[in-house]
């Protein structure tokens, strides 16, 4: 192996070896709770974070750590900490930055269930979100106040066709002081690496390409090791000292990777959201073939929305892809290698057109999920933005004749053809 391996290369290798007991090649299913302590004075150092090691699955799992130091190393990140979930990702990152009483700002275009998130379920613990449109980043940086703890943003937004101006938002929060999460869950570090934009910190719906098979739910949370912490009484889980680590400081004492043990020592080990040992080898294998997926993803994406792009029952398609698209260029800066495999249009029969759509596929999944190798549709307005108002789901790119789609890796043509009975019925 280089000393600069490719993308390719990392996703098979990063954070594995050959069982050092039995010679697996492939990275064993830690399932077991719980791990042997050599001795007394080493159970004390691993509890006291002296020591780096296996005391309880809620905390750290060999086969989680695989999946961990790889999305690191595709992001180019500091360390990672992988989680149940993308939603308990979000949960983690917050309750590692967040007060009662703080705000955040996010961006108006975003996964529903994130916007559900943000606006009701962080009400209970006095986290407060504000609304910055991402089409403008003078938005942002006018909702920043001394309350302001972090910007949220999606590098590719879903619903779709949404491409981000992260150098634009990374200098508001630069200049605020704040440092900027990115959800790159639909980009993968394939398409987009946020930190080599200003990002500070990536999370990710493992569940989604990463895994890539529609099999398992898993999160991951990470660092980019760029903000400092040090000193920021903003920050107290990280820059004053923790009473249960005998007054450790988290960002003198881990430097550039405190934020990721931050979330796992004072997050995971609370909040509880653990990722199985299973799941983690699922998404772990799913990377493996990750730039494969994804370079079939985005090519049968762009020749489906040329397709519908040019159909006379379709009122419109926002895929950054096409020529036209009012996101075509920060496309080609921030994602030349393909503008995704997710992207939403329009019939002009409006909503009940999109209902009556996607009842007729055959091939295509009607379901809740994205970034699986199968093809898949919903109609977001009806299902994942259902709670929003209207208002609010033209607002977050979910408007009431919206249909989304996820491009998966089959035949073109099949895909196509599916669509095209659909359309004619």
């Not at 900027?180 to 989604?208: N, Q």
């Not at 080990?269 to 080898?281: K, T």
């Not at 009012?326 to 999109?354: I, S």
Request: proline share 5%.
């Amino acid at each position: 192996m280089s000393d600069t391996p490719g993308f390719n290369t990392l996703s098979i290798h990063a954070g594995a070896q050959p069982d050092p007991t039995t010679g697996a090649r492939a990275t064993p299913i830690y399932q077991t709770t719980s791990f042997v302590f050599d001795d007394v004075n080493h159970a004390a150092s691993l509890f006291g974070l002296q020591a780096f090691g296996n005391i309880y699955s809620r905390i750290g799992n060999p086969t989680c750590a695989v999946m961990e130091e790889r999305i690191a190393a595709l992001e180019g990140g500091t360390a990672a900490l992988a989680v149940a979930s993308g939603h308990a990702a979000q949960m983690n990152v917050m309750h590692t930055l967040m007060q009662p009483g703080d705000e955040f700002i996010a961006s108006n275009k975003l996964y529903g269930g994130s916007i559900n998130q943000f606006t009701h379920a962080y009400k209970n613990f006095g986290w407060n979100v504000k609304w910055g449109d991402i089409d403008d980043p003078s938005t942002f940086a006018a909702a920043v106040t001394d309350k302001t703890k972090a910007i949220f943003v999606e590098s590719l937004a879903n619903p779709g066709g949404v491409v981000t101006d992260l150098e634009a938002i990374a200098k508001v929060a630069k200049d605020a002081n704040v440092p900027l999460i990115v959800d790159s869950t639909m980009a993968t570090p394939y398409l987009i690496r946020p930190f080599e934009h200003g990002a500070d910190i990536i999370v990710h719906s493992a569940t989604k390409f990463l895994a890539g098979h529609g099999n398992s739910i898993a999160g991951a949370i990470v660092d980019g090791g760029t903000f400092n912490w040090v000193g920021d009484k903003r920050y107290p889980m990280l820059s004053e000292p923790r009473p249960e680590y005998s007054g450790m400081i988290l960002a003198e004492t881990f430097g550039n990777f405190a934020f990721a043990i931050a979330c796992r020592v004072l997050g995971l080990r609370d909040l509880g959201a653990a990722l199985s040992p299973f799941n983690a080898f699922m998404v772990s294998t799913g990377m493996e073939t990750l730039a494969l997926r994804m370079q079939r993803h985005c090519e049968n994406a762009q020749a489906v929305a040329e397709y519908l792009d040019g159909h006379d029952k379709v009122a419109w398609v926002s895929y950054p892809g096409l020529p036209g698209d009012r996101y075509h260029n920060l496309a080609k800066k921030y994602c030349p290698k393909g503008a995704g495999a997710v992207f939403t249009f329009g019939l002009a029969g409006g909503y009940d057109a999109g209902v009556s759509l996607v009842s007729n596929l055959k091939m295509f999944s009607h379901l809740a999920n994205i970034g699986d190798t199968r093809s898949l549709v919903i109609h977001p307005a009806s299902t994942t933005h259902r709670q929003l108002s209207d208002e609010a789901k033209v607002k977050a790119g979910a408007a009431p004749d919206t249909v989304r789609v996820s491009i998966g890796i089959e035949n073109v043509e099949d895909i196509i053809a599916d669509l095209d009975q659909a359309l004619a019925a």
